[in-house]
Nanobody, 127 residues
């Protein structure tokens, strides 16, 4: 069974950096697209960033563009999310998931298209 596993969350101060990692287990192929989403208490799960299998296309939400960087290491089948200059509005549980097609700038943001969600990793930012 294919699963995603997120790691790297923790408690940091505003302005600090943190790197999250998504590892795919149960599969040998590289998913066409891997995305990161986040969900704050009482809110919907929203798109953060996505990257295609070649790593050539990356997409970001307006809220994190310029601060977060998504990258992948296909040899290890992992995707990382480097988060810089964390802000008080960034705390959430961060999830990764895969999408069977190469996404577009629009489809990358569609939560319903993703599968194999992980359990999430908590990011907390103190001000």
């Amino acid at each position: 069974q294919v699963q995603s596993a997120e790691s790297g969350g923790g408690l940091v101060q505003a302005g600090d950096s943190l790197t999250l990692t998504c590892a795919a287990s149960g599969r040998t192929d590289v998913p066409s697209t891997t995305g990161w989403f986040r969900q704050a208490p009482g809110k919907e799960r929203t798109f953060v960033a996505a990257i295609t299998s070649s790593g050539g296309n990356t997409y970001y939400s307006d809220a994190v563009k310029g601060r977060f960087t998504i990258s992948r290491e296909n040899a290890r089948n992992t995707v990382s999310l480097q988060m810089n200059n964390l802000k008080p509005e960034d705390p959430a549980v961060y999830y990764c998931a895969s999408y069977a097609s190469v996404c577009t700038a629009i489809s990358c943001r569609a939560r319903s298209l993703y599968r194999n969600w992980g359990q999430g990793t908590q990011v907390t930012v103190s001000s």
